[in-house]
């Protein structure tokens, strides 16, 4: 290279832009491992920063656009991964590190034991959706399993102490990060079971860096959650963060004061709530009353004699329809006996023996008059006989009884 | 009865009201039951104070009984 150039004399700036363009061309995409120091974050929202190792030193720059995205901010003794381009700023000549991602040393190894004991526990059945119960909805007490001088438990009793004062609370405290935190977890969830400590258990902690949070993920943890009679609410750091604990329990709470909120019921909700329902209660009980009235309505002094006059004027009608029709019933009879009686006096006249004396026939009688001769043998010669006329009558004596004949052999009929 | 339980009962009653086949008779009974469990159960909520206490035993899965004391947040 010094061959290809020896001979030549460059301007600072000519040198400067052929020094750039040869290292951004040779380290394009490249990684670099490092220990942060120097740390400035800029007014502007870039990171200025140093990596270094034992023997040399990196400057580095994240702009804004990119580090907005970076789930930690770093700091003084951070070991980290970054990937980017060498570049050179041609007024200072100074070349720096381009960082375009950035991840702490470990996190990787980290996530990806993480995922492998995340499909193991999933194979042994930890994360069935089965085995999730439902949290009491009246819970009287509830267990903590988490520091007692942390961020979870100040938002926690916070929570409650707003919500609900009708719930109690035992802390259990453990560690919750670092060497011995699974142990000591492990053991108060198996603790709080054993003497049936609370209806309900939260385990967590306040946000933190993946480490910190792996306690959370222990396989002793894990497993005193799958084995818990008590329903447990795993709430492990921030809302990004995660814990194997999560899946393990039966409810799974972004931050510990979400899990508060999801364990309480609001007090003046529940007394709210009562009110509502005896309120319920009195309109269901009035609706009723109400139906049975308007029923026994129906039997008022009032409404029975309207209806006792309503059936009085029914049998007014009847009775007046009924006299109407005998009144004409009998006077038609007495018009057809009339008439039955006219015919039989005319049938009478024509079988009054006085008609037929008055058309020439007498009544011969014995002299008292009273016993009527019909035939001639009935008398004897000398006999006093009478004898009535159609007008007036006369006495007589027999003088002689003539051959007994009848009078069809008499007048040859 | 607990505080479930009788939520529960009171439940119950306002279906029980709801039935057109519960005697008038019957609802009253109930509603009356209903209201008195609605005011004991507020009446033991408001009697109720929170109580905040922390574990003192330390021995790990230890045979003696838990014990606890009252606890304040030191922050």
């Known amino acids: 290279m010094s061959d290809l150039f020896s001979d030549q004399t460059f301007t600072v700036s000519d040198i400067t832009m052929l020094i ?220 990004i963060d995660w814990a194997l604990s999560d899946y393990a329990a039966d409810v799974r709470a972004p931050t510990p004061s979400a899990a508060a909120e999801l364990v309480s019921r609001d007090l003046q909700e529940i007394v709210a709530s009562l009110h509502e329902s005896v309120r319920h209660m009195a309109r269901t009980l009035s609706g009723r009353i109400a139906l049975s009235r308007s029923r026994t309505a129906l039997f008022t002094p009032q409404r029975m004699s309207e209806y006792f006059s309503r059936r009085l004027e029914q049998l007014h009608l009847q009775n007046d329809d009924l006299k109407e029709r005998m009144t004409v019933h009998t006077r038609e009879r007495i018009t057809s006996m009339k008439s039955t009686l006219h015919t039989l006096s005319g049938r009478l006249d024509a079988l009054s023996p006085l008609g037929v004396l008055d058309r020439g026939y007498a009544i011969v009688t014995r002299a008292d008059g009273r016993t009527v001769v019909t035939r001639a043998d009935q008398l004897k010669q000398n006999d006093h006989i009478r004898i009535q006329f159609g007008t007036g009558a006369v006495t007589a004596t027999t003088d002689t009884i003539l051959e007994e004949k009848n009078m069809e052999e008499e007048y040859g009929i | 009865m607990g505080f479930e339980q009788d939520i529960t009962r009171m439940e119950e009653i306002t279906n029980q009201l709801q039935d057109q086949a519960t005697s008038l008779d019957e609802s009253i009974k109930l509603f009356e039951e209903g209201v008195k469990l609605a005011r004991k159960v507020e009446k033991g909520l408001e009697k109720i104070e929170q109580k905040v206490e922390i574990l003192l035993n330390s021995a790990e899965d230890s045979e003696e009984e838990p014990e606890l004391a009252p606890f304040t947040d030191e922050s």
């Not at chain 1, 142990?183 to 003497?195: E, F, G, K, L, V």
Request: charged content about 25%; proline content about 5%.
């Open chain 1, 20 to 239: 750039k363009q040869t290292l951004q061309g040779a380290f394009h995409h490249i990684s670099v491992e490092g220990e942060i120091s120097n740390f400035r974050p800029a007014s502007s929202g870039h990171w200025y920063f140093q990596l270094n190792d034992t023997k040399a030193a990196l400057q580095a720059v994240m702009f804004k656009p990119k580090n907005w995205r970076v789930p930690f901010v770093p700091k003084d003794g951070d070991r980290v991964r970054v990937s980017g381009t060498i570049s050179v700023y041609e007024r200072r000549g100074s070349y720096q590190m381009i960082c375009e991602q950035i991840s702490k040393i470990g996190e990787g190894d980290i996530l990806a034991l993480l995922e492998q004991r995340k499909r193991e526990f999933a194979a042994a059945g930890y994360f069935d959706p089965d085995r999730k119960r439902a949290l009491p909805v009246f819970p009287r007490r509830i267990c903590v399993v988490t520091s007692p001088t942390g961020a979870a438990i100040r938002d926690i009793l916070q929570v409650l102490n707003r919500r609900n004062k009708a719930i109690s609370i035992v802390v259990l405290p453990a560690l919750v990060q670092g060497e011995g935190a699974a142990q000591t977890i492990a053991s108060r969830i198996r603790m709080a079971n054993r003497w049936r400590l609370g209806d309900i258990l939260i385990i967590g902690r306040g946000g933190g860096s993946i480490e910190d949070l792996l306690p959370f993920s222990d396989q002793l943890v894990v497993e005193a959650v799958v084995e818990s009679e008590i329903p447990v609410v795993s709430a492990v750091g921030h809302e």
